[in-house]
């Protein structure tokens, strides 16, 4: 939601802005949507105790990776229809949506460089997906791998968020600079920003603080993370 605003994590100059206009807006918005719509123990629940929700049909939307449409496909088979949409746009058609991939990847220090490349090889080969497909069904193949399972009939019989998902790995494709790296920097200090952030919009959600206080916290917060680190903020 914040990306879709066009609020950053920081500037060109890898200076916080977590208390920009943009990001106090999102976080009132999602915080207020949550509390008004979403499960009572919505925080408490987390990932997992909010897709059983959904599982067991009380919960009527689940926002998540386009990854889990497979499993979410299967699992509904017996409980009822799954209907899939991309994420909901702004009034001027900004997607509330970001952009990330499950990869494999081998560690420099790693002792078995040789086997863990050819098991990656495997695992991302068109044999792994036919092997998936047989044992688990077509829905199960891991989406966004190869442009060959989007030209398999039964795939797309069995996926119907097939289109939904090569559409986004298309847009994807398309995005440059900036844009591109909305969500995530390729910095140490990132993660422990983005962990302090999330705490802070918990707090917001669990109606303890406003929006603008909480963002104006986390400004902070991030800024202490940077001169910690040796970097200027």
């Keep these: 939601m914040a990306r879709a605003r066009g609020a950053r994590w920081v500037d060109e100059h890898g200076r916080p802005r977590l208390n ?12 207020g ?26 919960c009527g939307i689940w926002v998540d990776a386009s990854a889990a449409a497979g ?14 949409a ?10 509330m949506s970001w952009h ?22 495997w695992a991302s080969s068109r044999e792994y997906i036919e092997l998936v497909a ?6 199960m193949a891991p989406p966004g791998t190869r442009m060959s399972t989007y030209a398999q009939a039964q795939y797309r019989k069995a996926a119907p968020f097939a289109d939904l998902a090569l559409d986004a790995v298309r847009r994807h494709a398309l995005l440059r600079g900036a844009d591109s790296d909305a969500h995530f920097i390729a910095t140490p200090e990132f993660l422990p920003i983005a962990a302090l952030t999330g705490q802070a919009v918990a707090v917001a959600v669990a109606g303890k603080m406003s929006a603008a206080t909480a963002m104006e916290l986390a400004q902070l917060r991030a ?5 910690q680190s040796g970097r200027p903020p």
């Design 223 to 227: 800024e202490r993370v940077l001169r």
């Design 86 to 95: 991309p994420a909901p746009m702004t009034a001027d058609g900004r997607q």
């Design 20 to 31: 920009s206009q943009k990001w106090k807006d999102s976080v009132a918005q999602y915080a």
């Design 33 to 58: 949507l949550l509390r008004d719509y979403g499960p009572k123990q919505a925080l408490e629940l987390g990932f997992r105790g909010n897709l059983e929700l959904f599982f067991a049909g009380r």
């Design 100 to 121: 990330w991939v499950w990869a494999l990847a081998v560690p420099q220090a790693s002792r078995h460089a040789a086997a863990a490349k050819r098991f990656a090889a």
């Design 134 to 139: 047989r044992e688990r069904g077509w829905a």
């Design 71 to 84: 499993t979410l496909q299967q699992a509904m088979k017996e409980r009822g229809a799954l209907g899939v």
